[in-house]
T-cell receptor, first 115, second 114 residues
Framework: DAGVTQSPTHLIKTRGQQVTLRCSPK?????VSWYQQALGQGPQFIFQ???????QRGNFPDRFSGHQFPNYSSELNVNALLLGDSALYLC??????????????FGSGTRLTVV | AQSVTQLGSHVSVSEGALVLLRCNYS??????LFWYVQYPNQGLQLLLK??????LVKGINGFEAEFKKSETSFHLTKPSAHMSDAAEYFC????????????FGGGTRLMVKP
């Protein structure tokens, strides 16, 4: 049973560029959330997608946007990259029928470095 | 509103010693609490979760945690540390008002000395 898969695993971009990160949820999961984990910190919630719509959003600027496809996979887009966007980006999937107590399954992340 | 505080960004124990990682939470409604482990260059793996059933929760790899409402705590313990336990540990909270949004603590790096 495949878990959450993310691509690419590593990425180097230049300031001002745009980046797209991809996530395929665990089989049977239909909700995808994205987290940003800066070096030495805990993950911070970016947003959550369910039924192809953004359902919740954390305290991130509009430069961060996303999309969910009919097959439940998701993309995270970041425009006008800043050095401070360098982080590990984690995708997590869940099934809302299980409620908040069900928790998430996390992918291994995409390490984004902005130079 | 919800938040998590993990006391001690670094904890060092000897192999075979007790592991105690501290987590205090704040939640306006009954919480769901989680402990995740992160090995270098990897994602997060769920160790255990509290979902309002038993207050003493047993997880994988011999870890357990006890929910104490009066102390707003959910500390993680393991009776005997192994070298393979060296990793970063994160406590997280959510509740029915937060949807599925997890709020994480800053993490505790566990080091195990031979």
């Amino acid at each position: 049973d495949a878990g959450v898969t993310q691509s690419p695993t590593h990425l180097i971009k230049t300031r001002g560029q745009q980046v797209t990160l991809r996530c395929s949820p665990k089989s049977g999961h239909d909700t995808v959330s994205w987290y940003q984990q800066a070096l030495g910190q805990g993950p911070q919630f970016i947003f959550q997608y369910y039924e192809e719509e953004e359902r919740q959003r954390g305290n991130f600027p509009d430069r961060f946007s996303g999309h969910q496809f009919p097959n439940y996979s998701s993309e995270l887009n970041v425009n006008a990259l800043l050095l401070g966007d360098s982080a590990l980006y984690l995708c997590a999937s869940s099934h809302p029928a299980g409620g908040p107590g069900n928790g998430y399954t996390f992918g291994s992340g995409t390490r984004l470095t902005v130079v | 509103a919800q938040s998590v505080t993990q006391l001690g960004s670094h904890v060092s124990v000897s192999e075979g010693a007790l592991v105690l990682l501290r987590c205090n939470y704040s939640s306006s409604v009954p919480p769901y609490l989680f402990w995740y482990v992160q090995y270098p260059n990897q994602g997060l793996q769920l160790l255990l979760k509290y979902t309002s059933a038993a207050t003493l929760v047993k997880g994988i790899n011999g870890f357990e945690a006890e929910f104490k409402k009066s102390e707003t705590s959910f500390h993680l313990t393991k009776p005997s540390a192994h070298m393979s336990d060296a990793a970063e540990y994160f406590c997280a909270v959510t509740n029915n008002n937060a949807g599925n949004m997890l709020t994480f603590g800053g993490g505790t790096r566990l080091m195990v000395k031979p």
